[in-house]
């Protein structure tokens, strides 16, 4: 490679680790019943992650739980990037509110969320995979140039 006698030693012994690069959460409701990203799995966590939070229901006799995923670390739901949702259904009347639900992230070496959500009183669950987009297509970026182009001040 041509580098200094000893360098290409030293670089053969480094190791790559790969990292998340923005916080994974989901929307959640504070004691305020206000919305918040709730991050499960931090910014430069090693990959591959995975990692359970508990959760409750936000109402009595909730019957069904939308799971709303989200990237990046602010507390305002707004100003991260949605990603997905899924649901849990058909969930039987009676449940109090505050009832546990177990979200559980699995972030893969691919970039790839394995989202699984369980009311753990009936059991009932969702899962859900999502792909976090890594880059943009080569038409976003030709979109971006011609974008550009016509910015252009003379």
């Not at 699984?116 to 009932?124: D, I, N």
């Amino acid at each position: 490679l041509g580098l200094p006698a000893g360098v290409e030693d030293l670089l053969a012994r480094k190791e790559v680790t790969r990292v998340c690069s923005f916080a994974l959460g989901i929307v959640a409701l504070d004691e305020k019943r206000r919305e918040h990203n709730a991050v499960l799995i931090e910014r430069n966590t090693e990959l591959p992650a995975d990692k359970t939070r508990p959760f409750g229901t936000s109402e009595d006799n909730q019957t069904e739980i939308l799971i709303t995923v989200l990237e990046g670390e602010d507390e305002d739901p707004a100003l991260c990037l949605k990603l997905g949702e899924g649901h849990i259904t058909e969930i039987p009347s009676g449940l109090p509110k505050s009832s546990p639900v177990d979200i559980t992230f699995r972030l893969t070496d691919e970039s790839r969320v394995e989202v699984t959500a369980v009311e753990t009183t009936h059991g009932k669950r969702c899962q859900f995979e999502l792909a976090r987009e890594v880059g943009k297509s080569e038409a976003e970026i030709e979109e971006a140039r011609v974008r550009l182009a016509m910015d252009k001040v003379a």
